[in-house]
């Protein structure tokens, strides 16, 4: 495969979708940001089937909150739409000063929105609070290369780091565990309440927050103190909509009552909303990732579990391996948007590989005899009794047949007994870590590099916090962030890949595209399906 420094943008090749689908591109006159002549356009409106679980940002790592963080929020270092390429944004400078020293200077005169002075006091109180809190619903486990970080003054941020010439450390600073936060208003033990942050007005992004009904409707405008790379956004004035069920959204983006409908609507709606000659389909990037994950303490014959019994666990995970019939979920459910993964870093980044389909299966189709077969082997008896777990809302309303699919599949030739529940988003967030011994999950990457797919889910102390633990693996995720050598690097990636697919702590499933449905007056919709998934409400203008 042909390599690619920017990764997801080959990955929407691979998947075989283009970069903006059933419409031309706009021209560069329709394209530019109304924001940069200074004029405004008519506010606009976004829905959404997404869920906010926190606009604290150490307590939350989902899409539907890191969309409103980084509409409300500053980073020293942010991508613009349509680059995956980190650029300076609080930050006047960013460099390697050592081998283990990332110096950041802001830039000067920065305010949030109450007034107060934003400086590198705020910058080493929202990293350390990240570190102390450690909330296992949020992203801190992103910054476990950071040793330590001071504020020698008030323009200066020193982030020492465990691993010399982290590769990835710039990528960092733009994802989920970067938002700079006032100190003035955030606690540093604890997490804040929603209702707080918006009180205190504790906003330093391109938007500020006017009213804020959680899950329901947020509108919002125009930041004046806003100094970052983004610049002034399109419109003085937005609104996100949020909805329970996806035929209302697609009902509402129909009915023009909503300008732009994002995330979750099902393959048959896209399908349908593309024949409107009112709306506009696009369609982004294929970086998701569609997963299974498996807590190693109470799955069958898990370490708390009453039989437990580590060969038995193992053998439970493989058999699940080699019945999963990915090409049959990605056609019969989804309408191919989405396609079948064998890795645990998508096709198209550096150093993606599909050690799955050669350890399980027949090329990657199920084969029964030999899931039956690792069972035997490892004394497991069968039926296994499975409890699966998968959500009905946040990754769409196809997830029901999904996981209905995966239950036939698993239990066809009488191998699996499975027990299928679901759960609504916020109570799923919270419950995952500690209820669930099998559960649905979704990754959309912070950052495009290779890192992100591996170090969240593989390291010690992992935002799954499944209780899966390979030192080796956790050596070489380290390891492999320091490497120069590109090539000796992609090598790590790909040795990676193998070992955590013997271990199989997650069940990779799908890898898919993000689509967006506008109406004909949105510009810009297909800028902010960037690399790192951001939708940047900003950018858009009609």
Known sequence: MTRTKNGLRLAAAVVGISALALTGCTSAAEDSNSGDS????????????????????????????????????????????????????????????????????????????????????????????????????????LLG???????????????KLK?????????????PAGPIIDDEVF?????????KIVEGKAFGGQYVIDSYNKNNLISFSA??????????????KAAIKYYADANNLKLEVQQGKIDVAWRSLTPTDIEDLGKDEKLTVHKGPGGELRYIVFNFDTMPYGAKTSDADEKKSLAVRQAAAHLVDREAIAKNVYKNTFTPAYSYVPQGFTGAAEPLKDLYGTDGK?????AKKVLEDAGVKTPVKLALQYNPDHYGPNSGDEYALVEKQLEADGLFDVDLKSTEWVTY??????????????????????????????????FLSNNYDNPEVDKLISDQRGMTDAGERTKAIEKLQTMVAEDLST???????????????????????????????GVLNK
């Not at 307590?59 to 980190?86: C, T």
């Not at 950071?146 to 982030?159: E, L």
């Not at 691993?163 to 994802?175: E, H, I, K, M, R």
């Not at 510009?523 to 960037?530: E, H, I, M, R, S």
Request: proline fraction near 8%; glycine fraction near 6%.
């Open 223 to 236: 930041n004046d103190s806003y100094a970052g790379v983004l610049g002034k956004p399109a419109n003085d």
């Open 38 to 141: 200074g004029k405004t356009s008519a506010p606009i409106t976004l829905g959404t089937t997404d869920k906010v679980t926190s606009l604290d940002p150490a307590a939350s790592y989902d899409s539907g909150s890191f969309m409103v963080m980084n509409q409300i929020f500053p980073f020293l270092l942010n991508s613009e739409p349509g680059s995956p390429d980190p650029s300076n944004s609080l930050a006047e400078s960013a460099e390697f000063t050592t081998s283990t020293e990332y110096t950041v200077k802001l830039k000067t005169g920065l305010k949030w929105a109450n007034g107060h002075d934003l400086d590198s006091k705020d910058v080493k109180f929202s990293f350390d609070r990240q570190l102390k809190i450690a909330d296992p619903n949020g992203p801190s486990s």
């Open 366 to 370: 199920p084969d029964a005899a030999k």
């Open 163 to 175: 691993v010399a010439n982290d590769q990835t450390f710039p990528q960092v600073l733009t994802s």
């Open 145 to 159: 290369n950071v040793d330590s970080i001071t504020a020698p003054d008030a323009s200066t941020v020193v982030f």
């Open 187 to 195: 606690p540093a033990d604890k997490v804040l309440d929603d209702q």
């Open 507 to 537: 069940l990779p499933l799908l890898q898919g595209s993000q689509v967006a449905i506008a109406g004909k007056d949105v510009k810009n919709v297909d800028k902010t399906l960037d690399a790192s998934f951001k939708f940047r409400l």
């Open 429 to 462: 967030q919270k419950q995952r870590v500690t209820d669930y011994p099998a559960y649905q999950l979704g990754w959309m990457p912070d950052y495009s590099d290779a890192d992100n797919y591996l170090s969240p889910f593989f390291a010690k102390d992992n």
